[in-house]
């Protein structure tokens, strides 16, 4: 079975530019995650969907961030325009509500390393 | 503010020997904590977990202890080999209610000499 997939895996842009991520959950995962992790930190939860409702965006900066899973599946991050503090590795994860003692096992794709410069 | 700690950045042990990450966390309300393993440049992936009303839990070469009176986390691995290489992090995860949100710590680096 296919993993998270997230695309791409390397982005290097001029600040002031505008950035889009993507990602694919594992087939079947209703909730998807979206993380960004700071280099020797743990990731840090932007935005939940449950299929395609965003229920929780509160750790979103929403002047630059947004992000849409429109039918469910596929989900797009995006931010406009990127800062240099935003360089970070961007993760998705998918969860199906079940594996581990709660249902809380998530499925982490491999990231996009964003580098602002 | 509430988060999940590490007492040790970094753990070098040698290959066949037992290694044990600790963890501290300050939220008493926590449902589940799990332990991920990140190798470089791929994403977290899943340990182990527990639940806030349980002590100890044991995987396949892998165990974890909670000790809620000190809040201390602890995952011990057993036997270490070379591919267990990697930045470990305890997260805290409020279950279905907080809508499975995972908190996590600063990492610990185990590394492992052969």
């Known amino acids: 079975e296919a993993g998270v997939v997230q695309s791409p895996r390397y982005k290097i842009i001029e600040k002031k530019q505008p950035v889009a991520f993507w990602c694919n959950p594992i087939s079947g995962h209703n909730t998807l995650y979206w993380y960004r992790q700071n280099l020797g930190q743990g990731p840090e939860l932007l935005i939940r969907?449950?299929?395609?409702?965003?229920?929780?965006d509160s750790q979103l900066p929403k002047d630059r961030f947004s992000a849409e899973r429109l039918k469910g599946v596929d989900s797009t991050l995006k931010i406009q325009p990127a800062e240099l503090g935003d360089s970070a590795v961007y993760l998705c994860a998918s969860s199906s509500g079940r594996g581990g003692v709660a249902g809380s096992e998530q499925f982490f794709g491999p990231g996009t390393r964003l580098t602002v410069l | 503010g509430e988060s999940v700690g590490l007492h040790l950045p970094t753990l070098s042990v040698q290959e066949g020997d037992n290694s044990i990450i600790n963890c501290a966390y300050s939220n008493s309300a926590s449902d589940y904590f799990i332990w991920y393993k990140q190798e470089s440049g791929k994403g977290p992936q899943f340990i182990i977990d527990?639940?806030?009303?349980?002590d100890k839990r044991q995987g396949q070469r892998v165990t974890v202890l909670l000790n809620k009176t000190v809040k201390h986390l602890s995952l011990q691995i057993a036997a270490t080999q070379p591919g267990d290489s990697a930045v470990y992090f305890c997260a805290e995860n409020r279950g279905r209610r907080g809508g499975n949100k995972l908190t996590f710590g600063t990492g610990t680096q185990l590394k492992v000499e052969l």
């Open positions: 527990i639940r806030s009303n349980m």
């Open positions: 969907y449950e299929n395609e409702e965003a229920v929780d």
